[in-house]
């Protein structure tokens, strides 16, 4: 038996990013895949904080700090400044 190769064309792509409203995009994805492209959905990210002595970014877990204290989560008041040191001095 003798196979014969043929090869497989090579299509140019082009990537571009595409804002469609979000009532719309279920339509879009539906035109999409019928003319046989491909659509990723990327999603907004969060926006990363670094260390400044480092220019490291900051890890999930001190990212979760950092929220949770711009939500008022977990938040301990205290009375004074001597109730303050007293409290991190025991961390």
């Given amino acids: 038996m003798i196979g014969i190769a043929t090869p497989t064309p ?23 895949k019928k003319m046989g492209w491909k659509v990723e959905r990327k999603r907004a990210s969060k ?3 670094y260390d400044p002595e480092t220019g490291e970014s900051l ?7 950092i929220e949770d204290a711009r939500n008022g989560k977990d938040l301990i008041e205290v009375g ?3 109730e303050y040191l007293k409290l991190v001095s025991n961390l």
């Fill in 10 to 32: 090579t299509v140019g792509l082009d990537t571009f990013t595409l804002s469609v409203p979000k009532d719309d995009v279920s339509l879009f994805k539906t035109l999409a």
């Fill in 47 to 49: 926006p990363r904080l």
């Fill in 59 to 65: 890890n999930e877990a001190t990212m979760k700090v």
């Fill in 80 to 82: 004074s400044m001597d």
